[in-house]
């Protein structure tokens, strides 16, 4: 058995704007500020991994203290051993005159979360306030998360340390304490203005969480209820491996971690009624060079039934059930973050290669039931550190005349390629049906209906490309267009490349069956048209039953306004409200979730 201390308080998001710095916020009152603050991902930011980081970007100390100390933190799951080394490098002030010159390396152990120091003389001769830096490089086991530099300034006005105010937020013990309020100190600037210098962020709490035993691979041969705490080291090999026909698998209450899918059904299994619950999971970065990042669940064939709900996902591959489902589909009440489908370069990182895996929080392949239900799940990707191919997916799937699958009240933030601010190719939709060329009206992707849903950020486009009989109506989409920096895209505020954003029912196959497709009563805003188009909506010729209408901006906007990255955040404020007022609670209930 495997012993690791987890910080899952590590793995938090972090919104950047408390409630009261909004205008309106929580309401569908536009925010009237023109300054987009430096924000990740429309309203939050999240690490994920195991990742070594400086506390803090700045320092300051009196010569008369003596010595500095500087701490370096490792972040996740800690997971096999980590180094990273330092060293000191001079600025105006000088080793030797002001300081003492340092470099090393820092080492964890397996399981090992503490914070490591850096402990640097000063000299009580020092005159004036000049400043040297500390930066860390060649991690090992780990990769670098910023700040990976500190500038220490030694000052005659000040008597202790101070650590300044920096992008990262103050994150919690390995005991699970929660994170506290810290400052971000970026100015960014767009077409909207300058952020201010210093803008509130705030974490939620997070239960403490005990060091967690995790056992190794387990395979499910036979029916029952199974939890636990389950960690595969292997790309090849899930966490949890389901080789059972016909039988009724509960998986609950466990915690799952490993560089490939986390819970797959063998080949030559089928006919089982599959249920996840309660779980919280974490897909870490592929060993072998050009492995993908795994699912998080992978049925195929698929179950008769499955039922998914009340978990965590953090960074995988998503969903993917394949045939089957007959009996039906649920996937409710989850909580998934960094949805990813890039190669692995074996290094501790990814290729820079854009074409990536399939990867979509959930995908339906030709499952067809009069029992498919996909709602108040919340979808959370960083732009940079996550490549989505569509959030939401049918492909060849369906419900019947009488039943239509049932797509409702999800909230998906962002959507978009590896690099958004070069790459001008299409990726990452809100939601899409899809099929191929020569699908019949039995195969096609057919009786969907999308309701309710908010698509923020990205170009997260709602698209009917194949199918009939699928309705899209009532769902909200807000986009800016822009992208805040984060610790993989620097610089200010950015517009993204690709300008594909709005409600599109185009026959991309050209399919003799596309047909009875309709979108209607749905919220628009963005930064800019789709395809070029004159409206925030493209309806193809050629199509006499499919229509579009109703089209109108959110929250009482006016069709010319500009959204801005304060609207983005403004959304999940509205979505939290919303889930509030339902009584809906979302993700696992275990620490960490």
């Known amino acids: 058995m495997i012993m ?4 899952f308080a590590r793995f938090f998001f972090v919104l950047v704007l408390s409630c009261s710095a909004l205008v309106g916020c929580g309401s569908d009152a536009p925010t009237t500020s023109a300054a987009d603050p430096p924000i990740s991902g429309g309203a939050f930011k999240r690490r994920y991994g195991d990742e070594v980081a400086l506390v803090s970007a700045a320092y300051s100390v009196a010569p008369s203290v003596g010595s500095l100390k500087i701490t370096v933190d490792r972040i996740g799951w800690t997971t096999g051993s980590a180094s990273v080394e330092f ?3 001079n600025g105006t002030a000088v080793a030797g005159t002001d300081y003492t010159a340092e470099s090393g390396t820092l080492t964890w152990a397996e399981g090992d979360g503490s914070a490591k120091s850096i402990n640097i003389p000063i000299a009580a001769s020092s005159v004036g306030d000049n400043a040297f830096n500390v930066a860390l490089s060649n991690p090992v086991g780990a990769r670098l998360e910023a700040p990976t530099s500190a500038t220490v300034t030694i000052t005659a006005g000040s008597t202790s340390t101070t650590t300044a105010t920096t992008g990262t937020t103050a994150t919690a013990a390995t005991t699970g304490t929660a994170a506290t309020t810290g400052t971000t100190g970026t100015t960014a600037t767009s077409g909207h203005g300058s952020a201010p210098a210093s803008t509130p962020v705030s974490t939620p709490a997070q239960a403490p969480v005990p060091a967690i035993i995790y056992s190794g691979p387990i395979t499910i041969s ?12 292997s790309d090849s090999v899930p966490a949890v491996n389901i080789t059972a026909s016909n039988a009724t698998i509960v998986i609950e209450n466990c915690y799952l971690t490993g560089p490939g899918t986390l819970i797959a059904q063998a080949y030559n299994a089928s006919g089982n009624n599959i249920t996840v619950r309660n779980c919280v999971a974490l897909g870490t970065i592929p060993t072998v060079r050009g492995d993908a990042v795994g699912h998080f669940l992978k049925i195929n064939p698929g179950p008769a039934s499955l039922t998914v709900e009340h978990n965590t996902i953090i960074h995988t591959a998503g969903i993917l059930v394949a045939h089957g489902g007959a009996s039906g589909i649920t996937i409710d009440y989850n909580k998934a973050l960094d949805i990813d489908g890039r190669y692995s370069n074996g290094a501790g990182g990814f290729e820079p290669d854009p074409v990536v895996s399939l990867a979509c929080f959930v995908q339906l392949f030709q499952v067809y039931s009069d029992s498919i239900e996909v709602g108040w799940n919340q979808v959370i990707n960083e732009p940079g550190n996550t490549v989505v191919t569509d959030n939401l997916s049918m492909y060849e799937s369906g419900g019947s005349s009488g039943h239509l699958a049932n797509f409702h009240d999800n909230y998906v933030q962002w959507g978009g390629t590896a690099a958004p601010l070069t790459d001008g190719n299409w990726n990452g939709s809100c939601f899409q049906n899809d099929g191929a060329a020569t699908d019949t009206e039995e195969i096609a992707t057919q009786f969907v209906i999308w309701q309710n849903n908010t698509c923020v950020g990205g170009q997260v486009v709602m698209s009917i490309s194949a199918g009939h009989d699928i309705q899209a109506t009532n769902n909200k989409l807000v986009s800016s267009g822009l992208i805040a920096p984060n610790a993989s895209l620097a610089g200010g505020i950015q517009a993204m490349k690709s300008q594909q954003v709005g409600i599109a029912i185009f026959n991309y196959y050209q399919q003799t069956v596309f047909a009875n497709n ?21 309806l193809q010729s050629g199509c006499s039953t499919c229509s579009i209408t109703g089209t109108t901006p959110p929250n009482g906007w006016a069709s010319t306004y500009r959204p801005t990255l304060l609207d983005e955040a403004n959304e999940f404020a509205i979505w939290q409200a919303k889930l509030q007022t339902n009584g809906v609670t979302i993700g696992s209930s275990l620490p960490g979730g």
Do not use: R
């Not at 036979?222 to 080291?233: D, I, R, V």
């Not at 309709?518 to 493209?538: K, R, S």
């Open 4 to 7: 690791h201390t987890i910080s």
């Open 87 to 89: 060293a000191t490098v």
């Open 222 to 233: 036979s029916g029952g209820t199974y939890s636990g705490n389950w960690q595969s080291t």
């Open 518 to 538: 309709v979108a209607t009563g749905n919220q628009i805003v963005h930064w800019n048209t789709f395809d070029q188009e004159l409206e925030p909506q493209y």
